[in-house]
């Protein structure tokens, strides 16, 4: 497997800083103006590609 292949793509790695500066998914969507699902399917496939965890998921919920 070529280097080039395992590198993530720069939209990854551009969605990643926004998401661990925001610590949010949701905050980082909004700055990128993207969707908080987008944001979140990029990461887990950024996680996928390296095969490891970069960030611990809490769910808030709404309380409605």
Known sequence: MLLKDRLPSPQSLLVFEAAARH???TAAAREL???QSAVSQLMRGL??????????????????
């Open 23 to 25: 610590l949010s998914f």
């Open 33 to 35: 103006s993207s969707t």
């Open 47 to 64: 996680e996928a590609q390296l095969e490891l965890q970069l960030f611990r998921r809490i769910y808030r919920g709404r309380a409605d």
